[in-house]
């Protein structure tokens, strides 16, 4: 089981990735903007970072930094979720140090299958 951070201010999104990270067996942590996400990272040292694009205060691009570059978090993989589905977003979000980048709407197919790519496990179960 690992313990996943979802960094989402849609609360409608942040309840329906959790609902998908807890039925793949893993513990579900959340945070509702970037800086919130940057200060769990910190303190829940989680196994994995789901992070969203466009949020108040500190959005993904400059968290998921924030996040790639603190020698204690650098560790930790970021997936970012998001509506910004530009060539050029995908590239941006990659250079800040994302490992996987998936666009909304996704299925919980697509969800679970870059949540296990990226901390292992292979394939997702078939929905």
Do not use: C
């Not at 060539?87 to 919980?108: C, H, I, N």
């Amino acid at each position: 089981m690992a313990r996943i951070l979802i960094v989402d201010d849609s609360p409608s999104q942040l309840m329906g990735i959790r609902r998908i990270v807890e039925k793949l067996g893993h513990e579900a942590l959340t945070a509702e903007d970037g800086q919130a996400g940057v200060d769990a990272a910190k303190r829940e040292l989680p196994d994995l970072i789901l992070m969203d694009v466009v949020m108040p205060n500190l959005n993904g691009f400059q968290a998921t930094r924030s996040i790639t570059r603190e020698p204690t978090t650098a560790h930790i993989p970021v997936i970012l979720v998001t509506t910004k589905d530009q060539d050029t977003d995908r590239v941006w979000g990659m250079r800040q140090g994302a490992k996987a980048y998936l666009t909304k709407p996704f299925s919980e197919v697509e969800l679970s299958d870059a949540i296990l790519k990226t901390i292992g496990g292979g394939a997702a179960p078939a929905v």
